[in-house]
């Protein structure tokens, strides 16, 4: 899975690209070769064939999860070794073929399986819902790591309050509550689909009980309002769409073909969804709370400089996490001083402070 991932982050930061999108939309590939009686192994080296000759990143990863999928197992190297031999059934070769002509119109292979693995659940996944990546396991290893270490993040029923701004599928509220099983998350997004995909997969994992998942975009005047009912939050999480707008272009074709575009694009300099988010923070957080976001390598710097300007928010930067390449990527951002003249027993106080549009 880790492999796949890392492949992932190659393909947001645009290798792999070969030209627009176009072409793969509308491709569709028929296999000319007689495939009856081929075993899984040769199935793996065939379809490796076709994608690297059709320019398909990850080529041999990309077969291997498609074989294993159709024979019922997540990797290839964990099927029974006696599949890897024995001839496919003609409906297993079809099904293998449909989905890797998929594959071949760059869809990602999350989308193609239809699930995905994060911090060890298995997660529904649906297009236009954005795919988790292997980074986002580091943020939600580094939030871990602050409540086990800091005892006072603990709300009023034994376990962190936490609101996730752009749930998505739901990995980082999910992952969150099944590894701290006294917390409580409040999970919003804008996108309808991924509302639609959160509630599914918190069925799917049986705890929607623990979860209240809301449509909100989180930039429109007034969305603070939404909280009032649930006082103020311990931690705050998010992945937010951070990709500076005019690199968008550049994005690789599964993404931009296949991925909602609000998902990503963060605007001029990727802070357009994170500024209203720190300005609802500063609100929200209860004294000392934190706030724990993914960003572009660039966003330290300027989200250090933003908070500075606006000594208002009573919002630190107070440590940064550079993710498995090296690239500075995670902020832990924390509210000093109490929130704005409302004591936790009068919450809600004065309406939170603006962001100029
Ligand atoms: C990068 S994705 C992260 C999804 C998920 N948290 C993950 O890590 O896999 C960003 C999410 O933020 C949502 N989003 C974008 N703008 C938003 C806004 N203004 N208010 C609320 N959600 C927003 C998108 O719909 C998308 O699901």
Not at 143 to 165: D, F, K, M, Y
Not at 304 to 317: K, N, T
């Amino acid at each position: 899975m880790k492999l796949w991932g890392r492949m992932l982050w190659a393909l947001l930061s645009g290798s792999g690209k070969r030209g627009g999108t176009r072409g793969w939309a509308s491709s569709s590939w028929r296999p000319h070769l007689p495939l009856a009686g081929l075993s899984a192994t040769e199935l793996v080296s065939h379809w490796t064939a076709v994608f690297e000759k059709r320019g398909i990143p990850e080529a041999r990863e990309s077969s291997e999860y498609i074989v294993a999928h159709v024979l019922g197992a997540k990797t290839f190297q964990s099927l029974r070794p006696v599949l890897w031999t024995q001839p496919l059934t003609p409906w297993q070769l079809q099904c293998i073929e449909e989905l890797s002509s998929r594959r071949l119109q760059r869809m990602p292979v999350q989308y193609i399986l239809g699930e995905w693995d994060f911090q060890g659940l298995s997660l529904k996944m649906a297009p236009p819902v954005f795919i988790p990546r292997p980074e986002t396991e580091e943020l939600v290893e580094w939030v871990l790591e602050e409540v086990t270490q800091r005892s006072h993040v603990v709300g009023a029923q034994g376990g962190p309050l936490i609101l996730e701004v752009g749930c998505g599928s739901g990995a980082i509220s999910f992952s969150l509550l099944s590894q701290l099983p006294q917390s409580r998350v409040i999970a919003v997004d804008k996108g309808e689909a991924a509302i639609c995909l959160t509630h599914e997969n918190a069925q799917r994992l049986q705890l929607q009980d623990r979860i209240r998942i809301m449509p909100l975009d989180v930039t429109l005047e007034g969305s603070w309002a939404h909280f009032v009912p649930w006082g103020p939050m311990d931690l705050i999480v998010s992945n937010p769409p951070y990709v500076f707008h005019q690199d968008m272009e550049q994005l690789a074709p599964e993404i931009r073909s296949y991925e909602d575009p609000a998902a990503l694009d963060g605007g001029e300099e990727g802070m357009d969804v994170i500024t209203h988010i720190l300005a609802l923070a500063s609100w929200l957080l209860k004294d000392s709370g934190s706030i724990f976001l993914e960003v572009d390598p660039r966003h330290p710097e300027l989200i250090g400089s933003w908070l500075q300007s606006r000594p208002d928010l009573s919002l630190d930067l107070v440590a940064v996490r550079r993710d498995f390449c090296g690239r500075p990527r995670f902020l832990h951002i924390q509210r000093s001083g109490p929130q704005h003249g409302c004591p936790t027993d009068a919450w809600p106080g004065p309406q939170p402070p603006r962001v100029p549009g």
